[in-house]
C-alpha cells in the first residue's frame, strides 16, 4: 500500500473517531439532563398529589370542625344531619391492621429464618419464588378468597361472626403481606457475615443460640423496617376490606362486628353519587389526607429505624 493510501485511512480513522466522540459527548450531555427532568417530574407529581389534598382538605375543615373530626364516633355522612367522625374508620383501619400484623409478623419471620439459616441453597432457590408468587396476587382476589372461604370458615368455628366483619379480610390482609415480611427480613439476616456465625458456633452455640443470639439482633434493623413497612402495607390496603369488611360505620372494637376502614370509605365514596362540591365530596380528601399522613408517619419511621440500628460488616 502506498503512503498516500495509508495517510488517507488514517485521515479516514481519525475523522471516524472525532464524529463518534463528538456523538458519545452529546449522549453524555444529554442524560444528565434527561434524568433531572425525570427526577423533577417525580417530585412535581408528588407535591401536586399533596397540594391537591391540602386544599381539598382545608375547604371541608371550612365545612366541618377539625376538632369534630378527630374525635367524632359517628359517620353518617348522607342525609340532612350528616356526621364526619373519622374515629370509626381510624378503628377499623388499626385493628383490621392490628390483626394482619399479628398474622404475618410469625409466619413471615419463622419463614425467613428457615429460608436464611436452616434451607439449603437447592430449597431455598425452590421456596422463596413460590413465597413471593403470593405477592403477586391481586388484592381482589385476596378481597374473594376472604369472602367466600375465610370468613364461612370462621363462622364454623366463630357462631356469632357476622356475614361482614374485620376479622377475616384482617388474616388475609396478614397471608397477603407475609412475602413482604418474609423476603425483608430473609435479605437482612442474609447480610449478616458467616464469621459471626463460625464465631458463635466455635465457641459452642447451638444452631437455634446462633439465629436467636447472633442473627436476628445484629439483623434487626432490617427485620424491624420489614414489620414498620408491613404495617404501612395493611394501612393502604383497599379491596380486601372493601369487599370482605363491609360498609358499616360501627365505632366497635369487636372484631366479629363490620367495619369500614379509611381505604373502603374512600372507594365507597368515589364509587357512590357524591356531587363535586358537597361535604361528602370534600370529606373524601379529608380521610385521604389522614391516610397520607399515617402512611408517612410509618414510612418515616421505617426509615428512622434503619438508620439508627443499621450495623456496619
Known sequence: MSDVSKNVNVR??????????????????????????????????TVGIVLTLLFETFEFFKRVPIVEFFTGTVLKPLGENAEFGVLPLLTGTIISSTIAMLVAIPVGLMSAIYLSEYASDKVRRILKPILEILAGIPTIVYGFFALTFVTPFLRSIIPGLEPTNILSPGIVMGIMIIPMVASLSEDAMSSVPNSMRE??????????????KVVIPAAMSGIIASFVLGISRAIGETMIVAIASGSSKNFTFDITQSMQTMTAYIVEVTGGDAPAGSTLYYS????AMTLFVFTLIMNLIAQYISRKFKEEY
Open 12 to 45: 479516514e480513522m481519525i475523522a471516524a473517531n472525532k464524529s463518534t466522540k463528538s456523538m458519545n459527548t452529546v449522549i453524555e450531555k444529554f442524560i444528565p439532563k434527561a434524568l433531572l427532568i425525570i427526577a423533577i417530574i417525580s417530585i412535581l407529581t
Open 199 to 212: 464465631g458463635a458456633l466455635g465457641l459452642g452455640s447451638t444452631k437455634l443460640e446462633v439465629t436467636w
Open 284 to 287: 373524601l380528601y379529608a380521610v
